[in-house]
């Protein structure tokens, strides 16, 4: 394959992936991180469930019933890891504040299904380890000149002093907001009182949830977590430029005798054997691109081969169609073609991938493995 073909494979594969041009990293995936290790537990629960076997979770994710449905309805789950965001010295007792870039997120808030905010609670030594508190999610809608908020509640959960793990709060309608008007992301300010006294405030970081540094408590990091459906594409163009740009391509430079020798596009060597199912891997190593595909490394995709000639047993997985046409073509083969070897059953995949040093895709991808074959 040349240089070129080899472009233009990658290109064709990208556009199949959802994807304008091949995401850039400048550092090795950090698997250990909060948010890729969310979204690694559900494409391992998603690859068993396409294979059929029982779905294992990891301790760590814990997934509630609307989680469970949001990953079964989405087809774009995204994650966005907190980053620093100056805005000046906030004037609002204790809190804590959290941002999240939100900008290569798609722009359609329509095909926005869940979001949810998830903070950590460490183990930590309580007087009272029973006593209950609020955690209170506020989007912040604006900060005055002298770091006054103002902000509006989207959610909160109850705690207790002794527990420990991930808190999750419903932040649909914050991040809705944010794709409609990127300008308007200021983050959250996270807020805790006691269960019974909204009145009086807690520091945060006096039952666990506290401001994590370093690379030993990436895991622990805060995470945004949102599940899309039927989304626009992720820098994509549009495809009608995209065929003549393509058209252009191939004019301009021809095929080389490498392509006309692939078993794919080269029939010649076909044989008179019957419809089946043929192996065919994909691999995203050989294409060099697991500097930013998380997961798989490829994956069997198979195809079609065979001849369909009379007659079309059971086994060929043949429609009352192609029966009719091998007849036909038996009484008139100059006019009417043998049916087509072709897939009659296919099944989806999952690719986990960065699409920059921080944020994490997990996008499901119909039809792309042959499962079984027939004569169409």
Not at 217 to 224: G, I, L, N, S
Not at 303 to 317: I, M, W
Not at 352 to 359: A, G, I, Q, V
Request: glycine fraction near 6%; include cysteine.
């Amino acid at each position: 394959m040349t240089r070129h073909e080899r472009q233009v494979v990658e290109h064709e594969i990208l556009e199949l992936l959802g994807l304008g041009e091949r995401p850039r990293r400048t550092q090795a995936p950090p698997l250990d991180r909060s948010a890729p290790s969310f979204l690694l537990d559900v494409y391992k629960q998603l690859a068993e469930e396409h294979e059929q076997a029982r779905p294992t979770r990891s301790s760590e994710m814990a997934l509630s019933g609307e989680e469970q449905h949001a990953i079964d309805e989405s087809d774009l789950i995204m994650t966005f890891q907190s980053k620093k965001h100056h805005m000046g010295s906030l004037r609002h007792g204790h809190g804590r504040h959290v941002w999240f870039d939100v900008a290569s997120a798609p722009g359609d808030a329509s095909s926005l299904l869940a979001a949810e905010l998830r903070l950590h609670q460490a183990a930590t030594q309580s007087d009272d380890p029973t006593a209950l508190y609020t955690v209170v999610a506020h989007r912040i809608v604006s900060v005055d000149n002298l770091g006054g908020l103002q902000m509006e509640k989207v959610a909160a959960v109850n705690t207790s002093a002794a527990s420990e793990g991930w808190l999750e709060f419903n932040v649909t309608s914050a991040l809705a907001t944010w794709l409609g008007a990127p300008a308007d992301n200021n983050g959250f300010f996270i807020t805790l009182h006691p269960h019974t006294q909204p009145e009086r405030h807690v520091k945060p970081e006096d039952i666990g949830i506290q401001e994590t540094h370093g690379n030993n408590t990436e895991a622990k990091q805060p995470f945004m977590v949102a599940f899309f459906k039927n989304g626009p594409k992720l820098g994509s163009t549009d495809s009608g430029a995209r065929k003549k740009r393509e058209a252009r391509r191939w004019r301009n430079h021809g095929y080389s005798e490498n392509y006309l020798r692939n078993p794919l596009t080269d029939t010649s060597h076909w044989t008179s054997r019957s419809c089946e199912i043929q192996t065919l891997y994909v691999s995203f190593k050989d294409l060099e691109w697991q500097d930013w595909i998380i997961a798989p490394d490829g994956y069997g995709a198979f195809y079609c081969s065979g001849e369909c000639n009379f007659p079309l047993n059971a086994h060929k997985n043949a429609t009352n169609h192609a029966i009719v046409q091998t007849l036909v073509h038996l009484l008139n083969p100059t006019q009417v073609p043998k049916p087509s070897c072709a897939p009659i059953k296919l099944s989806p995949i999952s690719v986990l991938y960065y699409t920059d040093d921080s944020n994490v895709i997990l996008r499901k991808y119909k039809n792309m493995v042959v499962k079984s074959c027939g004569c169409h």
